[in-house]
């Protein structure tokens, strides 16, 4: 049977009156025209594929961060090629075993694997390599999973470190070994188009890989790299790790974490000045429908006055979040 796998159908969010709504969204989409795309498109390499910043080796990680920021922004003519070649150069950096590794050097494939599949989602041309990728997340095991970590952990009886529970987990940043809830993220979001359309080993990891994410939430609300209690102290939830989380988590919007992680993330972005944060927040509250013109304007004044050069993944976070859709987010099943 042949699979398609899509996006989310445009929406935008309500929160602005339409006329305030229209100048604000005027305003995004020319400074993605004229500084975020520019940037983008120079950055990318004679092989197809983008470095972290622009004169650096092609990576799969900013490649399929480019690609996505490219692919959304309304697919002009003018896009097509750099688009093509992209897709092209992560067709060839695929392992046989279906996954991505993080450098050419490796043969190994990790968690990247997940954004090599978001890029590749929804291109008939590329469906193969996409369908082989997913098929290797659902597959692919952290070490809490394995039975010598669960006698590990047994042995060691009451001397914890941390307070999550082990038979939940998700994914890891090298394979076999702990989850963390970033890549956990990753996965949870682009395995939703397969769990769409019914592949029954997605829905079960992604259940899964969900109680995982609410486990390791903090305290309050928010998520960190994966340590919501330490040591009897609780963890200080993060700006991108608490965005990529709700976006994973999405589908669950109404329950009473998501409320009380909005809420934090809602408090925590004004005192973050970083580009890289202030775009993740925007992702992430756009999703939730509760964009904010006030962010993107912070966010369009942080690019601007930031003294660090660019990166390819900020840049095209800001592209995704200044657009201000979930287009770019593969569908899942419906509720």
């Keep these: 049977m042949h699979v398609m796998f899509g ?18 969204e005027d305003e995004n989409k020319a400074f993605v025209e004229r500084v975020c795309l520019p940037f983008l498109l120079s950055s990318q390499n004679e092989d197809g594929g983008w470095g972290f910043r622009s004169e650096t080796r092609s990576r799969v990680e900013a490649s399929a961060w480019a690609l ?3 692919r959304h922004w309304n697919f002009p003519t003018s896009l097509t090629e750099p688009i093509s070649r992209g897709l092209r150069f992560l067709e060839a950096a695929q392992l046989p075993d279906g996954s991505w590794p993080a450098s050419a050097e490796s043969r190994e494939g990790c968690w990247v694997t997940s954004l090599a599949c978001w890029a590749l989602l929804g291109v008939e041309e590329f469906s193969k390599s996409a369908g082989h990728g997913l098929s290797w997340l659902c597959a ?3 070490g809490e999973s394995r039975l010598w970590f669960r006698l590990l952990r047994r042995l060691q009886g009451g001397r914890r470190v941390s307070s ?9 940043w090298t ?3 702990a989850s963390w809830v970033e890549p956990t993220s990753f ?4 395995l939703a188009s397969a769990v769409a359309n019914l592949l029954p080993e997605a829905a079960r990891r992604s259940r899964f890989a969900e109680a ?4 390791r939430m903090c305290e309050g609300g928010g998520w960190n790299c994966g340590n919501p209690m330490v040591y009897g102290v609780p963890g200080e939830p993060q700006v991108s790790t608490t965005a990529w989380a709700l976006l994973a988590l999405r589908r669950h919007a109404e329950r009473p974490e998501n409320q009380r992680s909005v809420q934090w993330l809602e408090q925590a972005w004004p005192k973050v000045p970083s580009p890289t944060s202030l775009a993740l927040a925007h992702l992430a509250l756009n999703a939730s429908g509760r964009g904010s013109a006030d962010l993107g304007t912070a966010l369009r004044k942080a690019l601007n006055d ?6 390819v993944p900020t840049a095209a976070w800001a592209t995704l979040a200044l657009c201000g859709s979930r287009n770019w987010l593969p569908s899942g099943p419906k509720q």
């Design 68 to 70: 996505l920021a490219l």
């Design 212 to 215: 995982m994410l609410y486990d």
């Design 187 to 190: 996965a949870v979001i682009v």
């Design 7 to 24: 996006f989310a159908r445009r929406e935008t969010s309500p929160a602005l009156p339409l006329e305030g709504r229209e100048s604000h």
């Design 306 to 311: 930031s003294e660090m050069p660019w990166n």
């Design 140 to 142: 692919d095991q952290p």
């Design 175 to 177: 394979s076999g070994t």
């Design 164 to 172: 999550q529970k082990d038979f939940y987990y998700g994914w890891s």
